[in-house]
């Protein structure tokens, strides 16, 4: 299944690093979603883009920043994590806002 | 507090088995999804319902939503040991502008050959 990718699948970094997780959708998708996985906590919607505009931010700290540049992309762009943060992160496209959900592989990050 | 609790959080069970699982709520949804997400992938939808009481069958899953629309079931006939994974159900809540999508922690399947 290539309909979403994700990259990288694992990433370790220090709590001063800056790094950046990608995501793409090749369905044709016009929203876009971020959420976290942690274990024994249920998925928590972290983002929601429609047609590129922001629709949802949990209360999100702001060490995570999304970054949505077209309808196929988007990303999440991380700087000063904590070890807290470490999780699988899944990026989920849909049709349409609140459509059912298409996920990617998502990226295994460990924050050291 | 969790808006979707779902039991049992892990089953084992024999191949040729049966099994339910469930997904309850004190909230009314507008619709509730089911996804199986198997180690190191994302999950993937098995099924939409929409309809307090609607029913859909999917092979050997057959999928229940309650009739206040606060609850669903799903249960496998004849288990086999491709259906091990982790099950998730989600709720949709629409309106007013937002959007907002609750998962269940899960039921975590394995079925024993």
């Known amino acids: 299944e290539t309909g979403v990718t994700q990259t990288p699948r694992h990433l370790v970094m220090g709590m001063t690093n800056k790094k950046s997780l990608k995501c793409e959708q090749h369905?044709?998708?016009?929203?876009m979603y971020w959420y976290k996985q942690s274990a024994k906590k249920p998925l928590e919607l972290m983002f929601v883009?429609?047609?590129?505009?922001?629709?949802e931010n949990n209360s999100v700290p702001s060490r995570f920043s999304p970054e949505c540049p077209n309808s196929s992309h988007l990303f999440l762009h991380l700087h000063t994590l904590q070890p807290e943060d470490s999780a699988l992160y899944l990026c989920?496209?849909?049709?349409?806002?609140?459509?059912?959900?298409?996920f990617g592989p998502g990226t295994r990050l460990t924050v050291t | 507090t969790q808006l979707l609790e779902q039991s049992p959080q892990f089953l084992s069970i024999q191949e040729g088995e049966n099994l339910t699982v469930y997904c309850n709520s004190s909230?009314?949804?507008?619709?509730l999804q089911w996804y199986r997400q198997e180690p190191g992938e994302g999950p993937v939808l098995l099924v939409t319902?929409?309809?307090?009481?609607e029913v859909k069958k999917l092979k050997r899953l057959t999928f229940q939503f309650g009739d206040a629309r606060k609850d669903s079931s799903l249960h496998i006939t004849a288990a086999q040991p491709g259906d091990t994974g982790l099950y998730l159900c989600?709720?949709?809540?629409?309106?007013?502008?937002?959007?907002?999508?609750?998962f269940g922690k899960g039921t975590k399947l394995s079925v024993i050959p």
């Open positions: 369905l044709g998708h016009n929203a």
């Open positions: 989920a496209s849909s049709q349409e806002y609140a459509g059912e959900q298409y």
């Open positions: 319902v929409v309809t307090g009481g």
């Open positions: 909230s009314v949804f507008s619709s």
């Open positions: 883009y429609s047609l590129e505009e922001r629709v």
């Open positions: 989600a709720g949709a809540k629409t309106g007013a502008g937002s959007y907002q999508l609750t």
